[in-house]
């Protein structure tokens, strides 16, 4: 068991904090970076009301056992970049939650920084309650120091506004540095609330750039020799956040003053964008036969969009209403995206003397419209003489 001083100090206040951290002496400090967690989201775009309910407990579960997983790893930190909530209404029960978290794992200690989401947050008002969660100011450089036996492991904030100024960030070189903010990162610029010029943030002796704001993990370097990393967000909500969701674990190797990252993938649920190329289908059973060959076993409780791609003809036979029932029970979630391109072999219907031939003739010929006007066009034709109903 160590015990660690972390001492407060900003251009206003110094005031001096001290906490046991369950650290053996000779081991890596450890600590967890992640951002975006969106608890108590609206997710009723996609999702029914049960569903939605149920979407929004897995985003405190998954909270909750990141925390849980930390303590069984020897983490020291947990250092949160930024939209923990997705709005400032947040509800008692869900305050209630976090804060007992946070006192359960008291041994923790939760670095708050607030972003556009959660800027008016309850729980940055009520740090004294967990006595554990510490939080930082917009506007102003705030930093905590953890000694170690060789310098400082400092951890440094500020929540962005409109008004703020990255200048004022004085890191001594002879620390490990670790900063957070939340926002867009920009090469150039002045910071404006969302966007972080990073050439502002250079030659600063920061080691690790801890961000949020973008959903997606994502990592590069700082010169002259940190790492900027968004941690992107622990779980996935809709199907602009494909792919695996997390959080970053962080190491902190005093002797060789670095701190190494490594992503771990962490999200109860995976969402799944996959695309069909059926231009050799002909129906839609044949369409939902490709699509549910690309749908696997793991994917069982995922999220999952199909995307139908390819050629097809104007007469081929596609219900995506149909297609969708038929593929309803292999996940959690299934909606299926009709990107298809139609096409017309005009060809074929030269020399038909049906009236669907005629049909066609005369809507090629007509210059007023379109290519994919007139193939919509005599798709719905074909449809209405072949008696079938177009939704």
């Known amino acids: 068991m160590g015990n660690y001083v972390i001492q407060f100090r900003n251009t206003q206040s110094s005031v001096l904090f001290c906490i046991m951290v369950d650290t053996k002496e000779g081991e890596k400090v450890k600590l967890i970076h992640c951002a975006d967690v969106h608890l108590h989201s609206r997710l009723n775009t996609h ?40 709005g400032a209404s947040v509800p008692q029960s869900l305050q209630n939650t976090l804060i007992h978290i946070m006192k359960e794992y008291s041994e923790m200690m939760f670095f708050y920084l607030r972003g556009n989401h959660d800027e008016n947050s309850v729980l940055a008002g009520t740090w004294e309650e967990a006595g554990n969660l510490y ?33 004022g960030l004085q890191l001594s070189s002879d620390d490990i540095n670790i900063v957070m903010l939340h926002g867009q990162i ?85 969402v799944h964008v996959i695309d069909v190329d059926v231009s050799d289908c002909c129906t839609s059973v044949q369409m939902m036969q490709k699509a549910k060959m690309m749908i696997t076993g ?41 990107e298809t391109r139609l096409f017309v072999d005009y060809e074929q219907y030269a020399k038909d003397a049906s009236l669907k031939g005629e049909f066609v003739r005369l809507v090629y010929g007509n210059d007023t419209y379109t290519s994919v006007e007139k193939a919509e066009i005599i798709q719905c034709g074909i449809a209405a003489l072949n008696g079938e109903e177009q939704v």
């Open 47 to 86: 999702l029914s009301v049960q569903q939605s309910k149920e979407r929004n407990g897995e985003l405190v579960s998954s909270f909750v056992n990141m925390v849980e997983y930390g303590h069984r790893h020897g983490v020291s930190a947990v250092l949160i970049a930024g939209d923990l909530f997705d």
């Open 135 to 167: 939080c930082f100011q917009p506007d102003t450089w705030t930093s905590f120091s953890i000694p170690l036996s060789n310098g400082n492991l400092t951890i440094t904030g500020m929540e962005l506004t409109q008004h703020s100024s990255l200048n």
């Open 186 to 270: 920009r090469n150039y610029g002045k910071p404006d609330g969302m966007n972080i010029p990073l050439k502002q943030l250079e030659d600063h002796n920061i080691d690790y750039l801890a961000l949020g704001h973008i959903h997606s993990y994502e990592q590069g370097v700082l010169r002259p020799e940190g790492t900027w990393c968004y941690a992107g967000s622990m779980e996935g909500r809709g199907f602009d956040e494909p792919g695996e969701h997390g959080f970053v674990m962080l190491e902190v190797d005093e002797e060789n003053r670095t701190v190494h990252s490594s992503f771990i993938p962490f999200a109860t649920r995976t």
């Open 298 to 338: 793991d994917m069982q409780n995922d999220m999952v969009r199909i995307r139908l791609c390819g050629d097809l003809d104007v007469s081929v036979e596609k219900d995506i209403t149909t297609i969708e029932k038929m593929l309803e029970n292999t996940c959690w979630y299934l909606e299926v995206k009709d």
